[in-house]
C-alpha cells in the first residue's frame, strides 16, 4: 500500500551552482543535492496534490521519474530532512453539498454473468444514489474515437491520454472524490483502488448465485484490502455473520439489504393464485397451499433439496424462484414450479406470484436473493427462514426460524420432517401467522431503495471521518534484521540489531512494527497467526524502545543480560 | 585572530526571510549568518584579518566584527566555510582522470601506510601494501579531516564521518568505490548503506571470528544491512567457507589474498644469513645446528606456548624467535635451545627468514585468517610447517607440511586451536632429515609465493569493484503491492493448514500494470511477507526473518529466491 503519512514542506532554500541543483533545509542545516524533476516537485509540493504535479510534470518527465522523485523527496521527510510530516485535517464538509462519488464501470462487463435481479439492483441503486450524490465514471477514449456520453446518473469524466501513457484509473481516481464506489465481483480491476490513500471506499458484494463458487474469496480479498475508512457493503446480514464465523474482522462490513420497488398491490391472494395456476397451466396453485422457496443453494445441491423436499411435503404447490435451476432443472416434481426473472418481461410478472404466496421459505444463505424475499414480504406474506445462525434481523417478526446447517462447500442440510411440521403448522391460520404478516408487509416497507442509497452515502460520509491511521514515527536508523551468533551455545538465530542503542531486540515485536508501516492491523494478524505465532502486543513505545545497553556492555552487567533477555524470545520454545 | 586571507569552501550565499545564509557545498550544511559576517566573506579570499577589519569598520561597530570573527573561528573549529588544509582544487580533487576510490578507515593515521616501517599489525601491514599497490589502479582518496596531497594519486580530503551521509551524492558522483576496513564496534558505515547514491562500498573483512563471537556478529550486522552492490573481501577461500555456515549468500565475500613483495623477499645465502644472525646475537650454535624460525610477536595466541614446547621436545635444534619482545616468556626459565633474535626492521626480514632452515607458523588465534609471515618466509625459499586450521593451510598449499591441530568450533578466549606439539616436531624432523624433499619445498614454496604477489591484489581490488558497480546497475526497485488476508477453507485437510494467503497485485504503486491479466495473485504468506519486507529492507534482512519463521531452510531459502525473481523480473 501507498505510504498514508503526509508531509509538509520545511523552511528551505533552492538555489543552483555549478549546473547543479540543491536545496537548503534551514532547519536542519542540511544542504541536499536534487535533480531536476525533484527542483519541481518542490516547487509545487505545498500548493499541489500529487496529483496536480503530476499532471503538470508530465508532459516533461517521464510518469515513473516524477513518482520517484515524489518518493524520494518523501522518504527525506521520513529521515527528517526538508520535509515534515503533516498532521491529517479532517475536512467539515459542507453539509448540503452532495459527495462526488467515482463509480468505475467494470463491473458492466460483468453482465452476462449476473443474474437479471442482481443487474436491475444495481442500476436501480444508482439511479437512486444519484439523488444523493454526485456520481461520475472515468473513461479512457481513444484518440481517434469520440468521448463516451454521459449515461444515465452517472457522469463521464473522459481522460484524454497519451497511447504512451500505461497510468490506470486509480491514479485519476485519486483526484477530487470524496468516495469511491466498487460494484465490481470479480474485482478484476477493483483492487487497485484501494492504494489511494485518504478516500473512502464502499465495496458492495452481492451474495449471487452464480458467483457462489468464488464468493467467500472474493469476501476474504475485499476484507484484505480495506482501510479504516472503508466500507465493504453485503446484502443480508447472514453474509456478515459467516464471515465473523470465519474469524474475520467485521468492524467494516455493512449490512445494507438491496431496496424494493412496490408495485400496487392486487390485494387478492385468490385472483393472484389464480393467475398464477394460469400462467403455470398448473391447477395446484388454486387447490393447494402456496409455498414459495426463494433459493440460493448450489445448483446440483439444491435441486436434490428440492425434489427431496416437494416429495415430503405433497400437499404443498411449490414455487421455487432460483436464478440457476430455472434453466437447468428440466423435470422438477408435480408439485414443483421454477421461476426466475430474466428479462423485463418476466420481471414484471413475478409480483403476481409473490402474492400468491402463503408463506415463503428461504435459506439464510449465500445465494438468496434478500430482495426477492422482502419483496414477498411486502405483499404480506410470513417468512420461514432456514438458518444456521440467528432470525436474520431483515424479518425478524416476520415468520419463524428453523436451525439448518450449511457450509462453505455449498452442502445444505435441514431435518425435513421438522420443516415440514412447522411448515404445516404455520400454514394454519392464527393469530401469530396474521400478526406476522402484518408485520412483513411493514417492516419490508422500510426497504426503499432510495434508503438503501441514503445507507450507502451514509458509509461514505462516515468513511471520510475515519482519520487516517497515524504511523508512529519511525526511528532515524531502521532496524537490521540480521543472524546472530550465540557464542555461548554456538547456535545461529535470528535477530534485529538497533543502531541507536546498539542492542538487539525482539524480532517480532520489530516485525510487527515494519509490517504496520504497510500493512492494516488485519493483515499483521495474518502474518502472525499464519507462522502461529502471537502477534506481540504493543501497550505502549517504552516497553520495546527500553533503555539500550550497548552490546559490550550486556556481556559484562549483570543488568543488561537480564534486560537482554526479557527483551528476547527463543525460538526453540 | 583568524589569519585570513582563507580559501572558502564552495559557498552559496542567500537570504531568507531576511535572514542571510551560506550553503557549505563541500560540506553539505547550510550556516546562519549575520549581515557583517556575509561581508567579511566576501572579502575572506583575498584581504587580511587587519584589512578586512579596516575594510569594514565604516559600517559596522567593532564588537560586531569581532563578533563574527569568533563566530568564524567556531565555525572553522566545526570544519564549515574554510578549507582545511592545503587547496586541493575544491578539496574533492579532479585534477586526474583516473578512478577514484574513497578510503574510510576511521583511527588510523594516514600516513602509516605509507611508512610501513611504523605498523606492526599483519593486518595493518596488508592494508598498507595493499593500499600501496592501489595507486597502480586509482587515485586514492583518505577521508579525514584536511586536504593534503600525500603523494602522486594519494590525497588526504577533508570529509568526516559525519559529513558522509550529506555528501553523498557529491561522492557518488566523484568516487568509484568506497574502501573501508571491517572493525568490530564502528556504526558509522551503517548509515551508508542506506542510501543508493553511494558508489559500491568494499569493506576488508580481516578477521572471520574471535572476541567471544562478537566477531562474527558484528560482521553478520554488515552482511544484513549492506546494499546488494557492497561486499566483503576475505583474505582466502576458507574464510569465504567459513562464512557460508553463517549466511545464505556467501557471495558477499570476495576472495582477496594478500601478497608478498617477492623481489625483497627471496632466497639468500643461507650460510651467510646464519652466520650474521649469529654473531647478531652472540651464539654460534646458529651456524652449525639445524635452525626453526618463529617471527611473531611472541603471545600464546600467535602459538609461543607451542612453540617453546616444540624446544623442550627437539633439544638437538636451535629454536629462533623473533618478535618485538619476549612479552611474558621473558620472566620464564626458558629452554636453552631457544634463542630470542631480537626484532628486526623490515629490510632487515629477509635476512632473518632466510637464517630459518624451516618456519613454523603456529598462530592458534581466531583472528588469523591468512598468514603473512607463512607467505614471507616461502618466497625466502623456507619451507613452512602450519598447523591444520583455517585458511593458512590454503596458502601453503602443497610446498610445506601441515600439522595436525585441535580445532574448536568455538573460540574460547581468542583460542580457536590447539596445534598439536609432538605432530609439530614429528613433521620438522621429517623434513629435516630428508634433503631431497626438504629442496623440493623449499623450491616449490618459493614459486608458489613468487605467484601472490601485492599487485594481483590490488588489481583484484578493482576487478571487485568493477563487478559490484555491476550489480549496482542490475538493482531493482520493489513496486509490487501485496496484503495479507484470510484464505477459503477448502475441503482438503492439508490445505486446511493454510488459514492465510498473501495477495500480490498486477499494479504497482504508479498504478503501472507490471503483470499479465488478472489484478490478484494469491501468493502463499512467506512469499508476501518478504515482499513486503523487501521494499525497505535487504535480502538477507529478509534471510534472517524466513530463517526464524521457516523451519524448513532449503523451503525457505527457495521462498526468497523465488520472490527476489518476481521483483526482477517486474522491476
Redesign the interface.
Known sequence: ??SRTHYRLK?H?K?E??DQK?V???ET?????INDVEWEILSRYESQTHHQIVEELKEKYK??VI??GIQRLERLGKQGSLLRPAVEVIEQRDADQKPKLLVPFHFTREKTSLDYTMNLNRYQSLTHLAEFAELETLAFPDEEKEDVQDFDQVRVRNISSAKSD??????YAMDGYDGILLLSQF??????Y??IPNVPIVHCIEGDQRLQHVL??TL??V???QGSKDTLVVKASWMKAWLAE???SVENVQVIPDGIDIVESIDDKALAKQHTAAIFDKSMFVEKPVVGLISGFEPNRGAAWISEFARANPHLAIFVYDAMLEKNYRHPPENVVIFSADDEETRAILPIFLQALDLVCFPAMPGTPLSVVLEAMAYGVSCLVMTKYEMPPEVAGAGVAVAAEWD??GNFHIPMAKLSETISKWLQPSDARVQCEDFAKEVAQRYTRKNAAQALVQAFVAGGLVPTQQRTERTL??P????????DK?T????V?R?GT?RYDR?ETT?AE??A????PT??E??F???R?DRPTLTDDTTYAGNGFP??DV?TNPAGQEHQQKGETI?EA | MLGFPKILH?L?L?E??GVP?A???D??????LSAVMTDILKLAETQTDDAIVETLSASYEEDDISEAFERFAELEREGLLFNRGEDLERSLATESKWRKLLVIIPGIDVDSFFDIETLSAGTNMALAHMITHLTKYADLHFASSRNRKITDGVYEVDIGIRDLV?LR??IGETYYGILTLHQE?E?WL??LY?YPEFPPILVQNHAPRGH???A??SM??H???MRDCDGFTAPSDYVRDFYAD??WDPSFFNTLPNGVDSTLFKPMDKAAAKREVAEGVGDDRIEVVPTIGYLSRVQSEKGASVYLKLAELNPHLIFLIAGPNMGRYASRKLPDNLVYVGFHPREKLPLIYNAFDVYCFMSMSGEETFGLTVLEAMACGIPPIVPNFDGVPSVVGDTGLIADAENF???IATFVSYPCPVDFSRKINLLLGNDEMYQELSQMARERAVLFTWDKTASRIVRIFEELHQKRKLAN?NRL?N???????S?DDEQQE???RS?V?S?N?????CLMR???YPLR?EE??VL??L???TT??????L???IPDETQARTTLKRVQGLIDGTA
Open positions: 500500500m501507498l523552511q532554500h538555489f551552482q555549478d540543491y537548503a533545509d534551514l542545516g542540511d544542504v541536499i543535492q510518469l515513473t513518482f520517484d500505461t497510468l490506470m484509473s486509480p491514479w474485482l478484476t480491476d477493483d483492487l487497485s484501494y492504494q467467500l474469496r476474504l480479498t476484507c484484505a484490502f470465519l474469524g474475520v462453505n462447500f536508523f531502521p537490521i534484521f540480521c543472524h546472530r551468533y550465540e557464542p554456538g545461529l538465530r535470528s535477530s540489531y543502531l546498539s524480532l516485525l515494519v509490517l508501516e504497510r500493512h492494516t493483515e499483521v495474518s502474518v497467526k499464519h507462522f505465532r552490546d559490550s556481556k525460538y | 564552495q552559496h542567500f531568507e526571510e545564509y550553503a557549505d557545498l560540506k553539505a550544511r547550510v550556516v546562519e550529506r551524492s557529491k564496534r556504526q551503517f548509515p542506506r567471544g563471537g562478537q562474527i556478529n553478520l550486522r552482511y544484513a544491512a553463517y549466511v568450533d568455538q573460540d526497485p503491492l496484503v495479507f488476508a484470510p484464505t477459503q477453507p475441503e493454510l488459514k492465510y495477495i497485485l499494479m504503486a504508479h498504478y503501472e500494470r488478472d489484478a490478484v504468506v508476501g511477507l513486503s519486507i521494499k525497505e529492507h538477507r534482512e529478509a534471510e534472517a526473518i530463517a526464524a519463521l
